[in-house]
């Protein structure tokens, strides 16, 4: 196997360990922190709430999304995660259930280490009161063309050629209850939600990297899933 | 918009229910009227039970999280964030460095905090902080000068409220305290021809140098009840809906009074104040040991991960794995970790001091599964490749995950 090199002496395709805790906050009706190696961020869900803002559809759900960085005052780049973390969310939830409501979601960067704008946002907001219908993974393609997997922030900045957010929907339909068998080909939905990308790539090195996503999210998504079938047999 | 609907307000069975209670001397969590809630501080990750994994990482990389706290006072929780840059001083000071503090009401600790422009218990808080740390020096700023009239340090402590649970001025101020205390800056330089020029050292060159810090000036709040009849410290949010009025005297272990805030609220009487004022420094000599006693605890632990650094170390905690092995029954793996076994025999005989680190080591792994919150981690070094032929285990992968860059090449020979 090549060794591209990767600082903290992972193989390209692997990930960083991640851990979660839920509902560690107390006010909040639900709430999560979610950790990917060094990175840490912590969401707190509110909602819903009577009315929505204006210029939001009566007709259906509004989302809000606070994205708090650990320091220094909220500038453009909060602005995008919070505007791509909506419109994600958007087309995750069903929004028709709670028309004229708004539920806000506060995220909260205790750490940064890379990869920071969308697995932290995503896995949190599924174990806190959405169920979990989407997996973010970050690829990074190198200077030789080697593509990684969950880029730390030396990573990004330094080796990285250019890199990709990417959201895919989860794998598997049920959450709680059926424990299917893990079958090596399931039916996965292949699609892509969300996908944003820094610097230039060639389309091949693109699709490259959307492929490895995939694989990878699988396994994201399975540990998701065992995160809330616990909860679910222990509350039951 | 307001938000003034969403502020929790208490039923009128609640508020007698709280104060009637309280003039039987009973409190509603059941603690006694002088009583702190639980406070746990934690630095670092923000993390209070770390996976040995994480801490594996930790090696490969520096460690640069200093100077990040999380501190939970009950049901409050409260994060403080220390950083610092190298700016031109104030004009009529020359040669002292700054020291600024930021305090961010999060939505998310209490529906009523709207995001942007800080309400008037944010101003406040952030007020009664500042007077006890910088005015107080509690900080040394002259220390943190490089060239006087030219470059100085100015720090900034940014504090995160996550959770209302009552008393958000008390957790704060440790907070602020705790991050401060871990907090190392950068060492530098002054060189070049005209003595201006200003090297900053990385940490990886030289050691950051941590704050000198005089006293540790902590915030003790009393609410009052019943006109100023009753007094209970460290409030809950049920408390201080239903409370009279407030005070918060900031002072240190040694006796002095740093900073007190009365704003307003029900007119106590002189000698309550004054009663109030001992009991404040009695809880301030606890909370300061507490405080000093959970530092020390980190920078120990700190600095036995500088230890592990060390290659014949390193190899040891491949003891470790073993635990996180159990759901992949595979020959494959069978085999790896015979193989990871023989490395460690041997390099057995080691200093002592490499040994008792590992022993702190294995404790962790044991501990993953079992915490007060529900809290789930990844069984294996979540190790994915798209081609399913080749699936990564799980002890090689994290062979791979835990050697540093430099001593790759060296493992492997004496692996295949």
């Not at chain 2, 240190?252 to 000698?271: F, L, P, Y």
Request: charged fraction near 25%; glycine fraction near 6%.
């Amino acid at each position: 196997m090549v060794e591209t090199g990767r600082a903290d002496g992972r193989n390209p395709n692997q990930l960083r360990p991640f851990s979660c805790t839920r509902n560690p906050l107390n006010r909040a009706h639900g709430s999560a922190r979610w950790s990917q190696g060094d990175t840490v961020v912590l969401a707190a869900v509110y909602g819903p709430k009577p009315g929505t803002r204006k210029g939001e559809n009566p007709e259906k759900a509004s989302i809000e999304v606070v994205w708090k960085p650990k320091t220094g005052q909220i500038g453009r780049q909060e602005k995008e995660y919070e505007m791509t973390l909506k419109r994600t969310l958007q087309n995750i939830c069903l929004l028709t259930v709670h028309p004229n409501t708004t539920t806000s979601i506060v995220l909260q960067v205790v750490n940064d280490d890379g990869s920071v704008s969308f697995h932290h946002i995503i896995a949190p907001l599924q174990l806190t009161s959405f169920v979990s219908a989407a997996v973010a993974i970050s690829c990074g393609v190198m200077e030789n063309g080697a593509v990684i997997l969950d880029t730390s922030k030396a990573e990004e900045q330094q080796q990285l050629k250019s890199f990709a957010h990417l959201v895919f929907p989860n794998s598997c339909k049920s959450v709680v209850g059926l424990k299917e068998p893990k079958q090596k080909d399931e039916q996965v939905e292949r699609g892509l939600i969300t996908s944003i990308t820094h610097g230039v790539m060639s389309e091949d090195d693109y699709f490259n990297c959307i492929e490895r996503g995939l694989a990878a999210s699988s396994r994201i998504s399975e540990f998701m899933r065992n995160t809330m079938q616990k909860d679910a047999s222990e509350a039951a | 918009m307001a938000m003034e609907h969403l502020r929790w307000r208490p039923t009128v069975n609640e508020r007698d229910f709280i104060e009637s209670a309280l003039q039987s001397d009973l409190r509603v969590d059941g603690r006694r009227s002088f009583d702190f809630r639980r406070l746990d501080i934690s630095f670092g990750r923000g993390c209070v039970f770390v996976e040995w994994v994480v801490i594996i990482d930790v090696v490969a990389v520096s460690f640069r999280e200093d100077g990040s706290s999380e501190v939970q006072l009950g049901e409050t929780r409260v994060m403080g964030y220390v950083t610092a840059q190298l700016v031109p001083p104030y004009r009529d000071r020359p040669n002292e460095g700054t020291l600024a503090i930021f305090t961010e009401f999060s939505p998310m600790a209490d529906p009523a905090f709207e995001p942007g422009r800080p309400g008037e218990s944010a101003i406040e808080l952030g007020r009664v902080i500042d007077r006890g740390l910088r005015e107080s020096r509690a900080v040394d700023m002259e220390s943190l000068c490089v060239v006087a009239g030219k470059y100085v340090w100015s720090v900034r402590v940014d504090l995160h409220i996550l959770d209302n649970g009552g008393n958000l001025i008390d957790a704060a101020n440790i907070a602020a305290l705790a991050a401060l205390s871990t907090f190392r800056r950068p060492e530098c330089t002054v060189g070049g021809e005209d003595g201006q020029q200003v090297t900053v050292h990385d940490a990886e060159v030289r050691d950051p140098i941590p704050l000198t810090i005089h006293h540790l000036p902590i915030a003790v709040t009393f609410a009052y009840f019943g006109e100023g009849n009753i007094v209970v410290v460290d409030p809950t949010y049920k408390e201080e809906a239903v409370m009279g009025g407030r005070m918060t005297a900031t002072v240190n272990s040694n006796g002095d009074v740093c900073a007190i805030q009365k704003a307003g609220g029900e007119g106590v009487m002189s000698s309550v104040i004054m009663q109030c004022l001992r009991i404040a420094s009695v809880k301030a000599a606890d909370v300061t040991s507490k405080i000093r006693t959970a530092v020390e605890k980190y920078a120990t632990e700190k600095a036995l991960k500088k230890v592990k650094r060390l290659p014949a170390s390193m190899s040891q905690k491949t003891n470790a794995p073993d635990v996180t092995m159990v759901d992949k029954g595979d020959d494959k793996l069978g085999s790896q970790s015979v193989e990871t076994l023989s490395d460690v025999q041997q390099i057995s005989k080691d200093p002592s001091v490499v040994i008792e680190a590992n022993d702190h080591e294995d404790a962790k792994p044991m501990i993953t599964e079992s915490s007060t919150e529900v809290k789930t981690t990844s069984s294996s070094g979540a190790a994915v490749e798209s081609d399913e032929a080749q699936e990564i285990r799980s002890p090689k992968s994290l062979k791979d995950a835990i050697k540093p860059k430099h001593k790759r090449k060296k493992r492997k020979d004496n692996r295949s």
